[in-house]
């Protein structure tokens, strides 16, 4: 083999090595405490019940909400369901261990062993309970096209593959920056808090935002903080209502901010100054 | 466990205590609003957070733009989403939140050392970011004033002391439930679990979320669950939904709660700190 090939290759299997031993790792921290692990999953699936509840009165009301059906909207939700599972599963437990790791200085531990840093903190922690809505969204997924008597075609479900993958990208990108903030200000514990509220404006299909002042908020939810592009647009690419020059669009837009994400942590980390300084 | 530990420990007595309180209160609340004031970032977090109500209040005025939804129409779903961003950004506590971290890292143990009781501290925290809360708040209030003067308070006098009351009962409320889920924390490794779970059953049953009057079937479990004495009752009383004597009776409810709440959160704490003496730091 090629030398040239050869180190790229041996990079790939030396991390996918190291991320089978931290998810072992995170698993058996996880299955160690059996009631919590019992416990934990039972209210994922009661949150995963209130969710609904809104969407359950609103479209008891009305047939249509700013041009979505009840299953139309039901498909944001599952969506919703499933990044939130991402989101809450594999993404915030490990970050929030970063920012106590800043304060505490305990970053230094993770600093000195020989794997990207970034990579060591964001596969530090899995919550494998939230599997519970995984199962949640899937069944919601069936129920809803089910009340449409369709199927989405294969394509459709690949670009909805291709926009689950996009969206935990963006997902996970946001929060290395919300992480990074921590590097700068130390006491952002509670940012988690203010990230989580506003993913919940995910939960409903974003048109439902267009009569706010003109639209701003509605480009705000797309551009700037973009949960739109990880539920409304998956739903209609789903749906088969999405065009191609969009969905172009959004993916050269979620793959930019990876790139702005990870900048911003090697900015981060230049300024994080230990336990002892 | 013998009687003797089950005896409460001899009290220095009542009147004693609570002069003790009166004089050291001005400096808590004093340390609290410099607290606030220096972690002016985090504070802001935290009133950030509660965003939802205005997401709702644009869901809802796309929904009543073709007719009204029972007693409600555009405006006033918008008197009903201020009104509860005003009462909710008053009365909230993340209390439960501070609580479970203190209690997990032990640095309970240094407020469990001073003479006074650490729930006053706690409360002199957040009665103390209450300034901070008003210069929040008052920009809501005056949108409300201005979009719907006409509502409020069914310009009753009577009302508005309800109201003034029922903020009260709300805050203490509030207060005493964050007691309660804090002090799961000494029973259980983290608090985080149920307080998450709370999160959720109070955004829906308090009228956070959608109105009660509108929530269809669940209503009748949002009437007589505690959840709505902390939200929904202040905010109809303000925006004029409520006649003064539902009112009336509503705030006998809630001040019911209140006393019910704070005697369970009171007996839970003591429990929960007679465990975590046992631990030994």
Redesign the interface.
């Known amino acids: 083999m090629p030398s040239a090939l050869q180190a790229p290759l041996g990079f790939a299997t030396r991390y996918a090595g190291l991320f089978r031993v931290q998810m072992r790792m995170a698993m058996l921290a996880a299955m160690q ?1 059996r009631v ?1 692990f019992i ?2 999953g039972l ?1 994922a699936f ?2 995963s019940a ?1 969710t609904l ?2 969407l ?3 479209f ?3 047939q249509q ?2 041009g979505w059906s009840f299953a139309e909207a039901l498909v944001v939700v599952a969506w919703f369901m499933l990044l939130r599972a991402v989101l809450e599963g594999a993404v915030s437990p490990s970050l929030t261990a970063v920012v106590e790791h800043v304060r505490k200085g305990t970053l230094d531990f993770v600093l000195l062993k020989p794997a990207d840093a970034q990579f060591l903190v964001s596969t530090a922690k899995f919550e494998p309970w939230r599997v519970v809505d995984i199962g949640g969204a899937l069944i919601l997924f069936g129920y809803a096209f089910g009340m449409m008597h369709r199927l989405p075609s294969i394509a459709q479900v690949v670009t909805g593959l291709v926009f689950l993958a996009l969206a935990v990208l963006i997902l996970y990108s946001i929060w290395i920056l919300v992480v990074s903030a921590a590097f700068w ?1 130390v ?2 514990d ?2 988690s ?2 990230f989580g ?2 993913f ?2 995910g939960r ?1 299909p974003i048109d ?5 002042w003109g639209g701003t ?1 509605r480009l705000v939810f797309t551009f700037v903080f973009p949960v739109a592009l990880m539920t409304t647009y998956p739903a209609l690419a789903l749906l088969g209502r999405l065009d191609a020059k969009t969905a172009a669009l959004a993916l050269g837009g979620g793959i930019l901010f990876a790139v702005i994400a990870r900048r911003v942590w090697r900015r981060a980390l230049a300024m994080y100054t230990s336990a002892s300084s | 466990m013998n009687a003797a530990d089950d005896a409460v420990p001899p009290l220095p007595g009542a009147a004693v205590e609570i002069a003790r309180v009166v004089r050291a209160f001005p400096t808590l609340l004093r340390i609290g609003v410099a607290e606030v004031v220096a ?1 002016r ?2 504070f802001l ?2 009133i ?5 109500p205005l ?2 209040l ?6 009543a ?1 073709d007719g009204p ?1 029972g007693r409600f129409d555009q405006t006033q779903f918008t008197a009903y989403y201020l009104g509860v961003l005003a009462v909710r950004l008053a009365t909230s506590n ?1 209390m439960a ?1 501070q609580m479970s971290m203190e209690i997990r890292d032990g640095t309970l143990s240094t407020k469990l050392l001073r003479p006074i009781h650490p729930l006053f501290g706690y409360a002199a925290d957040h009665l103390s970011a209450i300034p901070m809360r008003v210069l929040v708040v008052s920009p809501i209030v005056v949108a409300l004033f201005v979009t719907s003067w006409s509502r409020l308070l069914r310009h009753d006098a009577h009302l508005t002391l309800i109201l003034i009351a029922s903020l009260v009962g709300a805050w203490l409320l509030v207060f005493f439930s964050m007691v309660l889920l804090g002090s799961i924390a000494f029973f ?3 608090a985080m ?2 307080f ?2 709370w999160i ?2 109070h ?2 049953f308090s009228g956070y ?2 109105p009660l009057e ?3 079937r ?1 209503r009748v479990l949002a009437d007589v669950l505690p959840f709505r004495f902390m939200l929904a009752f202040p905010v109809e009383t303000l925006v004029g939904l409520l006649s003064p004597g539902d009112a009336l009776r509503q705030l006998a409810a809630q001040w019911l709660y209140v006393i019910l709440t704070g005697w369970l959160s009171l007996r839970v704490w003591r429990a929960g700190v007679r465990r975590y003496s046992a631990f030994g730091g």
Do not use: C, F, Q
Request: aromatic share 12%.
């Open positions: 405490y919590d416990v934990r209210i009661l949150w209130l509840i809104p359950l009165v609103v008891g009301v009305r909400v700013a200000v006491k952002v509670n940012l808090y203010l509220s506003l919940d404006v409903w439902v935002l267009r009569g706010v908020l | 972690y970032a985090e977090v935290w950030l957070t509660t965003n939802m997401v709702m644009a869901l809802w005025h796309a929904v733009a939804v993340w939140w259980v490794d983290s679990g149920p998450e779970l959720g059953v955004a829906i979320l959608i509108i929530l269809g669940v």
